[in-house]
């Protein structure tokens, strides 16, 4: 019992925005709201829904990555597509086989850890410097793209799955329970479920003692290792760490859209993930979580109206967003508002009196 | 020589310094919570909010005479992006096939009816030849009327623009639902599904590049829905809710390696884009070189990045072609023609993508396209009279438009086709459409006389060659009435008998790989 | 006569390969290498240059006078950025890297909705040269010349002018440049300036060799990049140069053999390894060398 309540404590750890009751009630009611939502969504709306969701864990990756750690890496999107192309190629082989897209999911989130590792090691046993980071992330997601696009000529087959280049690979079989299909609003439960349940774990995390750490590391490297932590290692872990959510992203898009192409690792897409985490406030996984899903809200919605003007809307946006609020809409919101509201009721009582 | 030191502000230092201030975590008091539940609530739960007034649009709509509600063509192309190019032309042959449609308007042609059968405009002369038999030989008794001065084998009318005798599609008007993929394909899935499933469009007209089709084509399945794709692209969609009105890579690549072989010479030189189009079509093209008598003597496979290209001109210098087939995509590869033309290379060119579809000869200036050889289908510059009457329609309707491509003319016969298809039909329903489609169609398209074959769902098209000269003026110096797209037949694919919903690769066709052992 | 075409062919080859590296990334020597702002908007700083070019050609205006306009325009837009969004950024290098996203958006996107899909292209001046099977480009020639020109000539700029020690005394401890009368703000908003304005003569010499369209700046990005930080930050001129001599040593031989693909391939490895040992780049590297000689010298 003494473990729950210390398991809850952390959970409601100073690292990120709320920790007040009232919070949680707040939290607890949107839960409950988007659990109920299905009664009145139509199918379409719940997996659309689903699919701003489904973009939730990589940018957790991310805001972890760099608002907790200081470490950006440019390239989340290729463990992305690494997790949607392994995905494919093992559900792909073992259709019919109910367990393939268990499997398949473990094979892609594997696989997205052991590259993830390698790198790592790559990147942060060299003690390259922080701002290098970004950019090696960014080459190895070009290469990547490179890679797959090149892929396009039927001897790159694995079993009897086709790559296919620019086209995509197709047909790729959605998630199974047993010999349930994982599709509409069954998927829209399993999406949530599992970004809720995310944010939470990525909540304990970073009020832990390792979440401490990582802090400590992002506030002075130098001195944390003199302190005695060994930072490489931390830094790899974490890197990892952010690699397979971003895996379980990959994962998520595959299952609902049954499709993925090299562009899904390109220049601007691996530019999403930034701008989704700059525009929510880095230091706050709950911002980032909101951000996320406000943004890809906003681009659908933009776009299915027939506006030319989207893309532009989206850049003035982010122009608008890091010169009036550069540590991030939500971040500076949950900040500075209730000190502005704090300060106008007090005038207000100062002139009553 | 060193002119900075290493503490200086510049690469050297570290960018990742904090900013002063972080987020408070303690003491969040109610107010902040009821702002992020506010926030969080109107953020996720906006699509439960945007969805209910959507349908409530929806419900309005539909509460109208349930009987004078429109036909709706749902339309997914690029207007914004990397291919924003084509896909604005695409739209506007769908917007003026739609306002002539409702203006009770329709190309000529109809079902049951074939390439060169009773409906299509066939080989007219003014007065033909007479011949009769004299011993051993044929004798010409009469030579006939004038002989052709352009070398076009058809004699066109120019009147296939006629009237529908109905008013929109039986009487509905038709209205395109359209909206703008930003070249972004996981947008591309959303707004297909958005279309089928809440706009519930009657037929959709859709994609561009062949990921763009390969990423809605499963939605398009998993909900049965009409779709027609009309662009040129490697081919092999077997797919019986599918309709492929573009021109396909047996359609073209052989009638211009034939022409280039017995003008310029039997070795040829490929350059591709490296991907699916690119490696496709070029595999057609040195599998089928030698049945034409032609060689290719070595390939280049260019990533869509790059956009250099002296060692891919240098390497092309060092092969010494004959002729050199280009087979270059995207904005970048298309930098490949002024870069050659002024690095002097002379070889004649081979293509099936360029000129017709990105107007190059337009945008690049004289000579860069020069000697460029295309088996198009259509492009802006077809002589013949109905299409010279269609150019007129459409400069009317869109003043500033700078070229009509083969995509969009494909787009705008299509649409006619959906119409007069449903017309027969007597309904928009989507099962008896797609039963209707496959009636054998032919329908008189600026092009010329395209039929839509029943059991591979593709078309039958006019292919021209298209010469451009060092001024870049375009002629048309061969003509290939219809050719069928007799691949998908040979490999078996009947989807009136046997509905599937798959693509086919050349890897999948035995007699694929026999030719490329010749070659 | 045939290999010694061949060998001058491969020479020409290196030379537009590192000279296209060099170009891609001379705006942003100055404003990533020296000012340490993150541009994205670079492609778009060029594709304004090679609009600009394009629509002076067509107006009659002579190519070598449109280039120039091109750096005047873009120099000029440079400097109300810098004015108006960029310097609140000095310092904040991932805020500076996500504003210059957002404006980089906003460039490309709206030039497709003003002037369209295309704008018309610039034919490339001058003809070729021929040498056996090989021929080349003059205008080519002339760019390679004007690519290492414009290096020295931004070299002596900050080695050997006022203005450029006072950047350089503005970039090495901004407190005590002003505190010896040095006005920053003004180096500040002239160096941008000037990076700005390079990129769009950048933009401006490579217009006639590509299509002039909204989104052509995405194909100088990632090399501009790459190029600038195996550079370093020691020396930014220099290192550039060197760099580009670097890569485009790896990728001619290999890309001329196997063809583009693996080409680009291997210098994105390259790349990759380079930083990797190389954390501060060639240039460090260089000066490391330097220095010891004069040690001992």
Redesign the interface.
């Known amino acids: 019992m003494a473990a729950l309540q210390h398991l809850v404590n952390l959970i409601a750890?100073?690292?990120?925005?709320?920790?007040?009751r009232?919070?949680w009630?707040?939290?607890a009611?949107?839960c409950a709201?988007?659990f109920v939502?299905p009664l009145?969504?139509?199918?379409?709306?719940?997996?659309?829904?689903a699919?701003?969701l489904l973009n939730v864990p990589i940018a957790l990756g991310l805001g972890l990555l760099?608002g907790y750690c200081?470490i950006?890496s440019f390239g989340q999107v290729a463990y992305f597509g690494i997790a949607g192309y392994i995905y494919g190629i093992v559900a792909g082989n073992m259709v019919g086989d109910a367990t393939g897209p268990i499997i398949g999911s473990l094979c892609g989130l594997a696989v997205c850890g052991l590259v993830a590792t390698i790198f790592g090691y790559?990147?942060f046993y060299?003690?390259?410097?922080?701002?290098?980071v970004?950019?090696?992330t960014?080459?190895?997601t070009?290469?990547l793209e490179?890679?797959l696009?090149?892929t396009?000529?039927?001897q790159w087959r694995v079993g009897s799955v086709?790559l296919?280049?620019?086209?995509?690979m197709?047909?790729i079989p959605a998630f199974q329970l047993g010999s349930y299909v994982v599709m509409g609003y069954g998927f829209y439960y399993y999406v949530l479920i599992v970004v809720i349940a995310t944010y939470l774990g990525l909540r304990l995390l970073v009020n832990s003692r390792h979440g401490k750490v990582m802090l400590a590391i992002?506030?002075d490297a130098i001195r944390t290792e003199l302190l005695g932590y060994d930072i490489r290692a931390r830094q790899l872990v974490v890197f990892v760490l952010a690699a397979v959510l971003a895996g379980i992203s990959g994962l998520f898009?595959v299952q609902?859209?049954?499709?993925i192409?090299p562009?899904?690792v390109g220049?601007?897409q691996a530019?999403l993930p930034?701008?989704w985490v700059?525009?929510g406030?880095r230091?706050?996984l709950?911002a980032v979580l909101?951000s996320t899903?406000?943004l890809n809200?906003l681009?659908?919605?933009l776009?299915?109206e027939?506006?030319?003007?989207?893309?532009?809307i989206?850049?003035?946006?982010?122009?608008a967003v890091?010169?009036f609020f550069?540590?991030g809409i939500?971040?500076t919101?949950?900040?500075d508002?209730?000190r502005h509201?704090r300060t106008l009721r007090g005038q207000r009582k100062g002139e009553v009196q | 020589m060193s002119d900075q030191s290493k503490s200086s502000q510049a690469?050297g230092s570290?960018?990742?310094s904090?900013?002063a201030?972080?987020?408070?975590?303690?003491?969040?008091?109610?107010?902040?919570?009821?702002?992020?539940?506010g926030?969080?609530?109107a953020?996720?739960?906006?699509?439960?909010l945007?969805?209910?007034y959507l349908?409530g649009f929806e419900y309005t709509r539909s509460v109208q005479a349930q009987g004078s509600s429109p036909v709706k063509i749902g339309f997914i192309e690029d207007?914004?992006?990397n291919l924003s190019v084509y896909g604005i032309q695409k739209l506007h042959a769908a917007q003026l096939a739609v306002k002539e449609i409702n203006e009770g308007k329709t190309l000529k042609g109809g079902p049951d009816i074939g390439a060169g059968g009773l409906g299509a405009i066939g080989n007219v002369a003014k007065k033909p030849p007479t011949i009769s038999k004299e011993g051993v030989g044929l004798d010409v008794v009469n030579d006939g009327g004038e002989k052709s001065t352009t070398e076009v084998v058809f004699d066109e009318d120019g009147d296939v623009f006629v009237d529908s005798g109905d008013k929109g599609i039986l009487g509905r008007e038709v209205s395109l639902v359209?909206?703008?993929?930003?070249s972004?394909?996981?947008?591309w899935?959303?707004?297909a599904?958005?279309l089928i499933?809440?706009d519930k469009v009657d037929v959709l007209v859709a994609g561009f590049?062949?990921?763009e089709r390969?990423?809605i084509?499963?939605?398009v399945d998993q909900f049965k829905q009409l779709y027609f794709y009309t662009n040129q692209y490697e081919g092999g969609v077997a797919d019986a809710n599918t309709f492929c009105t573009g021109p396909v890579c047996e359609q073209q690549v052989i009638p211009v390696v034939q022409y280039m072989v017995e003008k310029f010479g039997p070795r040829g030189y490929t350059l591709a884009a490296?991907?699916?189009?690119?490696?496709?079509t070029a595999?057609w093209t040195k599998a089928f070189a030698p049945l034409v008598g032609g060689q290719i003597i070595g390939e280049e496979?260019i990533?869509?990045?790059v956009s250099e290209f002296s060692q891919v001109i240098a390497r092309v210098q060092q092969a010494k072609p004959d002729w050199v087939m280009t087979l270059l995509v995207g904005q970048n590869q298309q930098n490949y023609y002024p870069q050659a033309a002024a690095a002097g290379l002379k070889f004649p060119m081979a293509s099936t993508v360029n000129m017709a579809q990105g107007y190059e000869h337009k945008r690049f200036k004289p000579p860069s396209l020069a000697n460029m050889h295309n088996a198009i289908q259509y492009q802006l510059e077809v002589p013949s009279a109905r299409n010279r009457a269609f150019v007129k329609r459409w400069m009317t309707m869109f003043p500033e438009d700078q070229y009509i491509g083969e995509m969009a003319q494909n787009t705008y016969f299509t649409i006619h086709l959906y119409a007069k298809a449903a017309r027969i039909a007597g309904t928009t329903d989507q099962e008896k459409m797609k039963k209707a489609l496959e009636l054998g169609w032919s329908i008189e398209a600026p092009e010329g006389s395209v039929f839509l074959e029943p059991g591979t769902h593709h078309c039958a098209h006019y292919i021209r060659l298209a010469v451009c000269d060092e001024n870049h003026d375009v002629k048309f110096v061969r003509d290939w009435p219809s050719i069928q797209a007799w691949w998908l037949q040979r490999l078996g694919v009947n989807l009136v008998r046997h509905p599937e919903y798959k693509?086919y690769?050349?890897?999948e066709d035995p007699y694929f790989k026999m030719f490329l052992k010749k070659a | 006569m045939d290999s010694f075409a061949t060998g001058v062919s491969i020479i020409y080859q290196f030379a537009t390969n590192g000279a296209f590296l060099l170009l891609s990334a001379l705006g942003l020597i100055v404003i990533l290498g020296m000012m340490n702002i993150?541009n994205?908007a670079h492609g778009e700083l060029m594709m304004m240059g090679a609009y600009t070019a394009s629509i002076a050609w067509h107006r009659g205006v002579p190519f070598w006078l449109c280039a120039i306009l091109a750096f005047l325009v873009v120099g000029l837009f440079g400097a109300a950025l810098e004015r108006t969004?960029v310097r609140?950024?000095y310092g904040?290098?991932?805020?500076a890297?996500?504003?210059t996203?957002?404006?980089?958006?906003?460039l490309?996107?709206?030039a497709l909705?003003v002037f369209g899909p295309f704008l018309p292209a610039i034919p490339i001046p001058g003809g070729s040269v021929g040498l056996g099977q090989y021929s080349f480009s003059v205008y080519w020639l002339t760019v390679i010349a004007l690519s290492f020109g414009l290096i020295a000539a931004l070299w002596s700029l900050y080695n050997r002018t006022t203005f450029g020690l006072q950047a350089r005394a503005a970039m090495q401890n901004a407190a005590m440049a002003r505190a010896l009368g040095v006005n920053t703000e003004r180096i500040y908003m002239l160096t941008f300036s000037l990076g700005a304005g390079l990129a769009g003569f950048s933009g401006a010499l490579f217009a006639p060799t590509v299509s002039i369209a909204p989104f052509m700046g995405?194909q100088f990005?990632?090399p501009a990049?790459?190029t600038v930080?195996v550079g370093g930050a020691t020396n930014v001129i220099t290192g550039a140069l060197g760099s580009s001599v670097l890569l485009s040593l790896v990728k001619t031989p290999i890309g001329f053999v196997f063809g583009a693909?693996v080409g680009?391939?291997a210098l994105?490895?390259a790349?990759?390894i380079i930083?990797?040992l190389m954390?501060?780049g060639i240039s460090a590297v260089i000066q490391r060398q330097v220095d010891r000689r004069n040690r001992f010298a």
Not at chain 1, 13 to 20: A, K, L, Q, T, Y
Not at chain 1, 164 to 168: A, E, P, R, S, V
Not at chain 3, 101 to 106: A, E, F, M, N, T
């Open positions: 750890g100073p690292e990120d925005i709320g920790r007040s009232w919070f009630a707040a939290f009611a949107v709201l988007l939502n009145w969504l139509t199918e379409f709306e719940a997996t659309n829904g699919y701003y760099w200081g950006l790559f990147v060299g003690r390259v410097q922080n701002w290098i970004p950019i090696l960014l080459v190895l070009l290469l490179t890679f696009g090149q396009a000529g039927y086709q296919g280049g620019y086209n995509g197709t047909g992002r506030e898009y609902w859209g049954n499709y192409t562009s899904q220049l601007v530019s930034v701008v700059a525009v406030g230091e706050s709950l909101l899903c406000a809200w681009n659908y919605t776009s299915s027939g506006y030319q003007y989207a893309l532009i989206i850049g003035a946006l982010l122009v890091m010169l550069p540590s939500v971040v919101l949950a900040r508002l209730p509201l | 690469l570290d960018p990742l904090k900013s201030d972080a987020p408070s975590g303690a003491g969040t008091d109610r107010r902040n919570a009821l702002k992020l539940m926030a969080a609530g953020g996720l739960a906006a699509p439960g945007g969805a209910t349908r207007e914004s992006g359209s909206v703008d993929g930003q972004n394909n996981a947008l899935q959303q707004l599904r958005r499933q809440q590049a062949s990921a390969e990423a084509r499963p939605i490296d991907y699916n189009f690119g490696q496709l595999a496979f990533p869509l990045s693509q690769t050349p890897d | 993150i994205l969004i609140r950024f904040r290098e991932l805020g890297l996500v504003v996203w957002g404006i980089s958006l906003i490309s996107q709206g909705m995405q990005v990632a990049f790459i930080v693909f680009t391939v994105l490895l790349a990759l930083i990797r954390p501060d």
